[in-house]
């Protein structure tokens, strides 16, 4: 069965460095997303990405956080100055088209920002 | 911000009885609604959705049930079974067209006791 994958699984990085996560979404998949989750909070909305542009951005996306769908596979998430807030697991997801909001996860890359 | 809301961070049963996990929402524009399992280190995995034209949907062991009016949706698992031991998300959004972000709830440990 189809998967996101995303990598690393644990990335962690000294306060204002700059971060890359990447997801693989699933291959027939037009929409992409990333969440994030704090230990102890709530999956929170980040970001939705379609047809190589931003559909919608979450108060937590400011200029510190970019997107990008380099090549046809990879979907990646920066994080330019990274900060102790920072820390949290990162999810991708993926959805197959307009129709379906169904989305589905990627296993998530743990950030710890030290 | 509390717009979902899954009041029981607990939940335990035994094998082959009923689970049934509660969500409650407050925004009355959410017109989607998603449950998600989760296992420990792994992304949320999608179970079920729901439209807010109906008000039961059906897959195998798993039904959701949605009232509109007492904004309140559930998730009934029968029978459950010990591998159902997870933390499930309910989770909402505006339409069920792709690009929409979900909003989380808080999530419910369902623990499934052979």
């Known amino acids: 069965e189809p998967e996101v994958t995303q990598t690393p699984s644990h990335q962690v990085t000294q306060m204002g460095q700059e971060v890359i996560l990447r997801c693989v979404p699933i291959?027939?998949?037009?929409?992409f997303y990333w969440y994030r989750q704090i230990l102890g909070q709530k999956v929170e909305f980040l970001v939705s990405?379609?047809?190589?542009?931003?559909?919608?951005k979450s108060e937590i996306f400011d200029d510190q956080f970019s997107v990008e769908r380099p090549d046809g596979s990879n979907f990646t998430l920066k994080i330019r100055s990274t900060k102790l807030e920072d820390s949290a697991m990162y999810f991708c997801?993926?959805?197959?088209?307009?129709?379906?909001?169904?989305?589905?996860f990627g296993p998530g890359t743990r950030l710890t920002v030290l | 911000d509390q717009q979902v809301k899954q009041n029981s961070p607990s939940l335990s049963v035994q094998e082959g009885r009923i689970s049934i996990l509660n969500c409650d929402y407050t925004?009355?524009?959410?017109?989607?609604f998603l449950w998600y399992k989760k296992y420990p280190a792994e992304g949320p995995t999608f179970l079920i959705s729901?439209?807010?034209?109906?008000d039961k949907n059906e897959d195998g062991r798993f039904t959701v049930f949605l009232n509109k009016s007492a904004k309140h949706l559930s998730l009934h698992i029968v029978p459950s079974q010990p591998g159902d031991s997870a933390v499930y998300f309910c989770?909402?959004?505006?339409?069920?067209?792709?690009?929409?972000?979900?909003?989380f709830g808080g999530g419910t440990r369902l623990m499934v006791k052979p």
């Open positions: 997801a993926s959805s197959r088209d307009y129709s379906y909001n169904e989305q589905f």
């Open positions: 729901i439209s807010s034209i109906k």
């Open positions: 990405f379609y047809n190589n542009e931003i559909s919608e």
């Open positions: 925004n009355s524009m959410f017109d989607y």
């Open positions: 989770a909402a959004s505006f339409g069920n067209n792709a690009g929409n972000m979900l909003t």
């Open positions: 291959s027939n998949h037009l929409y």
